[in-house]
């Protein structure tokens, strides 16, 4: 009865190489957010969609994209990893998007940078 | 600067102690504050929230503006509340500023 699935739980990349990171939900949720955590920090947000919206952060990298093809799903793109990408990546959806909405993450996939 | 800290890394208690995880927060407007826990090979979770003043598994917190806090309490710790606990704040009505997280522990 997963919700929120990401897929893979584990990723190795090389230095450079292009990256995609998956993530889907069955909620039928409008919002779909990508953080970043890394080793002992706390998850930071990347940026979220609202429906088809794209709302990135300030201070997101160039390097991060994130595309929505539909409700259900949502990509991580990450075009040329650094070994300082290396963190987990988390999902999360909410039904709108508000103070009040609770989030819904997934388990994360964990990218390594070779 | 909107932030959110949680001064322990690490809170260790024997089973049956009360517990106290603390948060505090930098915010200019009206916070909505949140804890998640992160259980043992499990996903992050909502905890509770704090405009519903509820208990949830014998927590409690509440939001002292005046001191800017959100601390996490519970008057008896079972084993099973051993987890990760994120205190988080709402910066932009959807925005969520995590704090680095307590690693709780209890001990039988």
């Known amino acids: 009865d997963a919700m929120v699935i990401q897929n893979p739980r584990y990723q190795v990349t090389q230095f450079g190489k292009p990256v995609t990171l998956s993530c889907s939900q069955t909620?039928?949720?409008?919002?779909m957010y990508w953080y970043q955590q890394k080793s002992s920090q706390a998850p930071k947000l990347l940026f979220h969609y609202y429906d088809k919206d794209f709302n990135n952060e300030a201070d997101t990298p160039d390097n991060f994209q994130s595309r929505r093809p539909n409700t259900s799903f949502c990509f991580l793109d990450i075009r040329s990893p650094g070994l300082g990408d290396a963190a987990m990546y988390l999902c999360a959806t909410s039904s709108l998007f508000g103070q009040q909405e609770t989030q819904y993450f997934g388990p994360g996939t964990r990218l390594l940078v070779l | 600067a909107q932030r959110v800290t949680q001064p322990e890394k690490l809170l260790s208690v024997f089973k049956g102690a009360p517990v106290e995880l603390k948060c505090n927060y930098s915010?200019?407007?009206?916070?909505?504050l949140f804890w998640y826990v992160q259980y043992s090979r499990q996903r992050l979770q909502l905890l509770l929230r704090?405009?519903s003043r509820e208990s949830i598994k014998g927590f409690t917190a509440d939001l002292n503006k005046g001191e800017t806090s959100f601390h996490l309490k519970k008057p008896f710790a079972q084993e099973e509340d051993s987890a990760m606990y994120y205190c988080a704040l709402d910066n932009q009505g959807g925005k969520l500023i995590f704090g680095q997280g307590t690693e709780l522990s209890v001990k039988p």
């Open positions: 704090h405009i």
């Open positions: 915010y200019s407007g009206s916070p909505e």
């Open positions: 909620l039928n949720h409008n919002v």
